[in-house]
């Protein structure tokens, strides 16, 4: 069974810098996209960003590119998203989710995804 769990969030003030962790167990690690979406209320989710299992390439959204930075360590079997320069409007609940493939925009790829992590950033 997998199982996908983030943890990181939390309340920072607008400027600053949070780093979110995503582990999973119960699939091959290394063989796996792992990508980050979030929501905000009456918002559609998003994809923020994403990292392919056999090159790391790495995709983000234009609202932040320049700003997040996704990596990930396949030997603690971990992906991180270290956001700097935050602002209100990244304000949303951000979820973890992983594919056996090669990362795509669609929600609807992604097979397994964790509970969330709340993100809020005052200003």
């Known amino acids: 069974q997998v199982q996908v769990v983030e943890s990181g969030g939390g309340l920072v003030q607008a400027g600053r810098s949070l780093t979110l962790s995503c582990t999973a167990s119960?699939?091959?690690?290394?063989?796996?996209?792992f990508a980050w979406f979030r929501q905000a209320p009456g918002k559609e989710r998003e994809r923020v960003s994403c990292i392919n299992w056999i090159n790391s390439a790495t995709f983000y959204a234009d609202s932040v590119k320049g700003r997040f930075h996704i990596f990930r360590d396949n030997g603690k079997k971990t992906v991180f998203l270290e956001m700097n320069s935050l602002k209100p409007e990244d304000t949303a609940m951000y979820y973890c989710?992983?594919?056996?493939?090669?990362?795509?925009?669609?929600?609807?790829?992604?097979?397994?995804w964790g509970q969330g992590t709340q993100v809020n950033v005052s200003s």
């Open positions: 119960g699939l091959t690690f290394n063989g796996a996209s």
């Open positions: 989710a992983a594919r056996r493939s090669w990362c795509t925009p669609g929600m609807a790829d992604f097979g397994y």
